[in-house]
């Protein structure tokens, strides 16, 4: 099956920096990665949606300034946390989408495995 | 706005029982996705459906489109079965975003 990538796994750092979290569709091409947010004990929330060579999407209340996306490759998508602050601590999950075709249906999301962010 | 329901939230049951995970949702969709997640948080598709019924192994996926509802049973329920199981909606073909159930958390005991 497909698979997707994500590192680091899981980063500590200091209130104030930024942090970058890569997500990596490693055997095929997507042209859409998705970004998501999960509090301890909640459901996944979508963040924001990326599409290879265009400005990503951010959902509602998400601040784009904040939470930069890029999707510089049809198999890399990459989440930078800038000046994160300890409420900013989460698991952040990224999923990739390929398109239609060869088998494979529209709506198909894969899963990274998560990176779990802490703020000091 | 599409809302995702799933029951129960949590459910303990015996080595070996079979078990029923439910999922409503209130508006038409494109597909429906049930996800694994286990306690180190990765995630796995465990299915994609818009019609009938799947299965794999011994998990099997169903739907009712009319009644808006889907259900993910497990035959001969596993100790590594214990995890928390959550239904996704998509609801625009070509979009591909997903609104996420709360989650069932599942426990096999023994």
């Known amino acids: 099956g497909a698979v997707v990538s994500q590192h680091p796994s899981w980063v500590i750092c200091k209130s104030g920096t930024s942090v970058k979290i890569e997500c990596r569709s490693l055997d095929f091409q997507a042209t859409t990665m998705f970004w998501y947010r999960q509090f301890p004990k909640q459901s996944l929330m979508l963040m924001a949606t990326s599409n290879e060579g265009s400005k990503a999407t951010y959902e509602q209340g998400v601040e784009k300034d904040k939470f930069l996306i890029n999707h510089a490759s049809l198999t890399l998508s990459t989440l930078t946390v800038t000046s994160a602050h300890p409420e900013d601590s989460s698991f952040y999950i990224c999923?990739?989408?390929?398109?239609?075709?060869?088998?494979?249906?529209?709506?198909?999301?894969?899963f990274g495995p998560g990176t779990r962010l802490t703020v000091l | 706005k599409n809302e995702v329901e799933q029951s129960p939230q949590n459910l303990t049951a015996q080595e070996g029982e079979f078990i029923t995970i439910n999922c409503s949702y209130s508006?038409?969709?494109?597909?429906l996705h049930w996800l694994q997640q286990h306690p180190g948080g990765g995630i796995v598709s465990l299915f994609m459906l818009s019609s009938g019924k799947k299965k794999h192994g011994r998990l099997i996926a169903t739907i009712n489109i009319q009644e808006k509802h889907s259900s993910l049973h497990i035959t001969a329920s596993h100790p590594r079965d214990s995890a928390v199981y959550i239904c996704a909606v998509g609801y625009n073909f070509g979009n591909e975003k997903l609104t996420f159930g709360t989650g069932t958390r599942l426990t096999i005991i023994p």
């Open positions: 508006v038409g969709i494109s597909a």
């Open positions: 999923s990739a989408s390929p398109p239609a075709g060869g088998g494979r249906a529209y709506n198909e999301q894969f």
